[in-house]
């Protein structure tokens, strides 16, 4: 059994932070002032992905179907891999397409002290003349732990310590106050893998988080592009990233996150389930997490249908 | 006739009028939407090469005055507008930002040709006035006659960006769409498939210089840098589109081997960057690049003047 602990954060305040998640680090920060020592030393934090509290549907790709409102305000169902996957993508492709999903899935900024800050809600429609016509929407952040030192014993934390985390800076001032809104367990080793399990077909990796290849924190080892992925023509985007604790800032070099190469290894599987607990360099707190697809399913379900609509049609553009 | 389709009344800068209800555009959208069969266009090439570019960048102004292709006057300012774009290329760039099939209203309480702004949450009017009254600046834009100054017009066009380009998806911009549908005309026209494109990455050789800007093919610049279409990345910094046009724009981005940057405005851009992981619509992220990059400067310029009054 492997499990990991899905959470699911209410945004009740401004948020002063990384804009590109909530980073594994600041979570376990946040966690780590209220679990015991060796909870402390076991758990694992994934980053904190932003999910927009609208309505949408399942893809094709997820065991469950159908849609429901606000159907990013809480859990889904996980029986297969891909639905580990559901809110981990910043695109959120399972927002409605009736309504003005871009808007929906963008943060509305505020400026604190001449840094720009994520409000926690959104509001649309027409501001200044029709005001009662505005509705809001507000943010969840996903993210789930695990206990990394091959046992269960860290998970699940208690509600207690997952409700009321604070994230992100200024958090004195009362910016980055986050409430409890759900939390489920999953079993890795209980999940449905069939589309990774075709010997004939071939995988591409995309990249969840950053991957880590250098660090200033004492001790940390650098690491190479691992083996088992065949980049693509261009190479690979880096970004400068950084470890904050006890007020020491660390520089990180990492391989950009939302990438995609190919999976050049003998395991999909296996490689699977670790890219879910995440590989290398301060993997435990959020670095390293990947996903693996067929490279015959793109990633951008729309693409494939009207792909596919052209085929048949006879016309190819 | 509605109020707004009274071009004088464009000028006052009014509050988007709900009672804009191009009734046709939705016919004329699902149609836009659907794909081009193959054999109608092939009969149809050896006429599209005599089409201008100067038409393709004319093809919706009609939409600024929240109308159909089918309700819309032949004539604006003098010159011929929405003549069909060649190639499907409308069609495909409408795949790029708008959802597939029947268009539905996204903002209930805002149907009008004015942009709503993903920057400020306020439709695009509201930024200020444009120099000329819209009107006079739109006619300025169409009336050009030289297919290059033409694109590079509208790079630079503050007009084109008020407007959307379906009143039934008000955060789409009329300005990128434009841009987009030149781009694919121009490289279809070089034989280029869709499925052979690529997003690349003009980046200034230094901070003097300005981005290079390729005729109908570039459809975004910015000082530093510039972003362009084509089948011919060469060396650049390239992402290819995908199988078929589609609301992609988040996958591409996120697969360019390298994306501009400015290092002034580092945590500017890193907000930018990461907003533009999470938008799909082309026009859409196109134009809140361009209007993130007015925002941030205002902010800088009022920051430093209260800076130095203290």
């Known amino acids: 059994m492997t499990v990991i602990q899905q959470v699911l954060l209410e945004l009740d305040e401004d948020y002063l932070g990384r804009p590109y998640y909530v980073s594994g680090n600041a979570l376990y920060q946040a966690i780590a002032r209220r679990v015991d020592a060796s909870t402390r030393r076991s758990v694992a934090v994934s980053n904190g992905v932003f999910v927009p509290g609208e309505h949408g549907e399942y893809l094709d790709e997820h065991s469950q179907s159908g849609g429901a409102p606000y159907f990013g305000a809480g859990l889904r169902p996980v029986e297969s891999y891909e639905d580990l996957f559901l809110f981990r993508s910043a695109a959120q492709r399972w927002l409605s397409s009736s309504r003005p999903r871009d808007a929906h899935n963008t943060h ?14 959104v509001r649309f429609g027409l501001p200044s003349e ?8 507000t943010w969840y952040v996903h993210f789930y732990v695990h206990d990394d030192t091959g046992s269960n014993d860290a998970v699940p934390l208690d509600e207690d310590v997952l409700d009321g985390l ?26 449905d893998y069939s589309t990774l399990e075709d010997a004939e077909e071939s995988f591409e990796l995309e990249l969840v988080s950053p991957y880590v290849t250098a660090s200033e924190y004492p001790g940390a080892d650098d690491q190479s592009v691992p083996w088992w992925w065949t980049p693509r023509p261009g190479g690979l985007r880096r970004r400068e990233e950084r470890l904050v604790e006890d007020g020491e800032v660390y520089e990180l070099q990492t391989i950009d996150h939302g990438q995609v190469v190919g999976y050049g290894g003998p395991d999909p599987v296996g490689t699977a389930k670790s890219g879910v607990l995440r590989v290398g360099t301060h993997a435990r707190f959020g670095f390293g997490e990947f996903r693996l697809r067929s490279v015959s399913t793109d990633r951008v379900p729309e693409r494939a249908s009207i792909a596919a609509a052209r085929e048949s049609a006879g016309g190819e553009r | 006739m509605t109020g707004a389709g009274d071009p004088d009344e464009l ?20 149609g836009e939407a659907s ?4 054999d109608a266009e ?22 600024s005055r929240g109308r159909s292709h089918e309700d819309a006057a032949a004539e604006f300012a003098g010159v011929p507008v929405n003549e069909p774009v060649p190639l499907g290329a409308d069609a495909d760039a409408a795949l790029l930002s708008r959802p597939r099939g ?62 959307n380009e379906s009143v039934y998806y008000p955060y789409t911009s009329l300005k990128f769409h434009t841009l987009l549908t030149a781009a694919l005309v121009d490289n279809y026209r070089a034989g280029y498939g869709f499925d052979e494109l690529y997003l690349v990455v003009d980046q200034s050789e230094d901070a003097e210089a300005d981005p290079r800007v390729v005729p109908h093919r570039t459809v975004l610049v910015l000082p530093s840098f510039a972003l362009r279409i084509t089948g011919e990345p060469g060396e650049r910094s390239a ?15 996120t697969r360019l081997p390298e994306h501009p940057f400015d290092g002034d405005d580092e945590r500017m851009w890193r907000v930018v960057d990461a907003q533009l992981r999470r938008i799909r619509s082309w026009s859409t992220a196109l134009q809140f690049i361009e209007e993130s990059y007015g925002w941030w400067q205002a902010l800088q310029r009022s920051s430093r003047l209260g800076g130095g009054e203290q």
């Open chain 2, 102 to 163: 029947e268009p539905a209203q996204s903002v209930k309480n805002h149907i009008s040709p004015f942009r709503l702004s993903l920057v400020t949450g306020e439709t695009a009017t509201s930024a200020g006035r444009v120099d000329g009254g819209i009107r006079g600046a739109l006619a300025e834009l169409v009336q050009i006659e030289d297919p290059v100054e033409m694109h590079a017009a509208w790079l630079e066009s503050a007009v084109a960006s008020i407007f």
């Open chain 2, 42 to 63: 092939s009969a149809s090439v050896k006429a599209d090469d005599d089409v201008s570019m100067l038409s393709v960048y004319r093809h919706d102004v009609h939409k």
């Open chain 2, 11 to 30: 000028d006052e800068l009014q509050p988007p009028s709900t009672e804009i209800r191009p009734v046709t555009e939705q016919e004329a959208n699902a």
């Open chain 1, 130 to 137: 029709s005001r009662n016509s505005k509705r809001t929407m």
């Open chain 2, 239 to 253: 992402a290819r589109l995908g199988a078929a046009p589609a609301m992609s724009w988040a996958d591409v981005w």
């Open chain 1, 108 to 121: 509305d900024l505020r400026v604190h002290g001449g840094r720009v800050a994520f409000a926690p809600t």
């Open chain 1, 166 to 191: 604070r994230l992100g800076g200024a958090r004195n001032y009362g910016l980055g106050e986050t409430s409890l809104k759900d939390t489920q367990t999953v079993d890795l080793d209980a999940l």
């Open chain 2, 35 to 38: 794909s081009p069969t193959a």
